[in-house]
């Protein structure tokens, strides 16, 4: 068995194919040289520490090394007997005779293969500099971080997750924070209207300035960067670049498997040759919840998928009962979000900024989002699985309690 992709996703192949009983050789090559460390951090801890840090430093002092939590303690790492190939690069895949080409020259043989190879950072053409930030890796976080601790104004293009999650922590450390979003509002993917609305009322709060609909392209030079905005010129010290994730499917497509943004797999995560899985990020899968094909980029997503995928090489047939669910910390809110929060929205609202959005079509429960409100998330997750819809005066009372209804659900299949 071999991995290619030390990430979340194929880590997390590695995981459970040993906790399948699989005891054979397994190989996990990554790009990184870095052991499979936590993504979400790169963000908010990773960024956080350094920046903090610089407040107590002279100018002339290095910020200290701030580590992402790792994903496997050494006694994990120990434990699932890897060889493990980090800071090495496959090449490219003979199928033929089902062997990897590594940068370094190797020949990598494999019985069955694992693509965990995720994705980059999506790119602004023709602005680069060491002003201009993106963030996908450590090193990326590394570079940023240290840019930060010197600087007093950030740019962000993007109002996405990672521009959120970055311009709360820089703004939290003291810096001013401009966000430049070529849509309409925040999240336009990800979140409906009215939750997208609050989260831009909590980073305003902050002190964040926004502009929308903005298509000009920022510049960067040797003394910053800037944007011209309605007429007015917007300058700052560094620039992050928060739009999007590109699946890295060129080693597949050289390979001649089936590729359309992101590599198609079936309900087990198995490609167009069924010795050959992708998960994760770079997978593209017929979702039983939207009953369409698509790829999903979250946590939870390439933990669980991996599991489907190694229990499905292992002999298992169980195919992947996929559940959106994410969640994103900036300042002291946690949003999270499940299911495809569309429709006709219902508002629970406890006070003190804790509220939940439940989302209804056609009557049914389709999603919620949460903010500060994580344990009715959980809920939503059962009740999305079993095909059950509380009555909408009964979600929208904060004083109705939820593990009341949620035992109701199960009793009766509904609540009055």
């Known amino acids: 068995m071999v991995i ?10 590695a995981t459970a194919l040993r906790a399948g009983g699989y005891d054979g050789g397994l190989t996990l090559i990554g790009a990184e040289p870095h052991r499979p460390y936590e993504r979400p951090a790169l963000s908010k801890e990773v960024l956080a520490k350094e920046v903090l840090a610089n407040e107590v430093l002279g100018e002339a002092d290095a910020p200290p090394r701030v580590e992402p939590p790792s994903l496997a303690d050494p006694a994990q790492w120990r434990a699932l007997a890897l060889d493990a190939r980090l800071g090495c690069r496959v090449r490219g895949i003979d199928r033929g005779n089902r062997e990897l080409r590594c940068d370094d020259g190797a020949v990598v043989p494999y019985g069955t293969l694992f693509l965990a190879t995720g994705g980059r950072a999506r790119r602004l053409p023709g602005l680069d500099g060491e002003r201009v930030h993106y963030l996908r890796n450590l090193d990326d976080a590394r570079r940023l971080r240290q840019a930060l ?9 993007g109002g996405g997750w990672i521009g959120l999650e970055v ?4 703004r939290r450390s003291g810096l001013a924070v401009t966000v430049l979003e070529a849509g309409s509002r925040l999240c336009e993917r990800a979140l409906p209207a009215d939750a997208a609305a609050q989260l831009l009322d909590y980073h305003r709060a902050q002190g964040v300035v926004f502009h929308f609909n903005v298509t000009a392209r920022p510049r960067a030079d040797a003394s910053g960067v800037y944007c011209e905005v309605g007429g007015q010129r917007v300058g700052a010290d560094h620039l992050l670049v928060g739009i999007g994730l590109v699946p890295e499917t060129e080693l597949a497509a050289d390979a001649g498997l089936a590729v359309d943004d992101g590599v198609l797999v079936d309900a087990v995560g198995r490609t167009d040759d069924r010795r050959i899985f992708a998960v994760g990020d770079v997978a593209r899968f017929p979702s039983r919840f939207s009953g369409a094909v698509q790829r999903l980029e ?28 994410f969640w994103s910390d900036q300042y002291d809110l946690n949003v999270q979000v499940v299911g495809a929060p569309t429709g006709e929205g219902v508002s629970r609202d406890y006070g003190d900024g804790r509220r939940t959005l439940f989302y209804l079509r056609d009557g049914a429960l389709r999603g919620a989002v949460a903010f500060n409100a994580g344990r009715d998330i959980g809920f939503v997750r059962r009740w999305l699985n079993a095909g059950h819809t509380p009555h909408p005066a009964a979600l929208a009372d904060p004083a109705r309690d939820l593990a009341a209804l949620h035992r109701a659900l199960r009793e009766s299949g509904h609540v009055r």
Do not use: F, M
């Open 4 to 13: 290619v992709g030390a990430g979340q996703a194929g880590l997390s192949v």
């Open 149 to 157: 601790a010197r600087a007093r104004h950030l740019l962000v293009v």
């Open 167 to 170: 311009a709360a922590t820089a």
């Open 298 to 325: 979250s946590w939870t997503h390439a933990r669980l998928q991996a599991e489907v995928a190694a229990a499905a090489a292992l002999g298992g047939r169980a195919g992947y009962r996929d559940l959106p669910w």
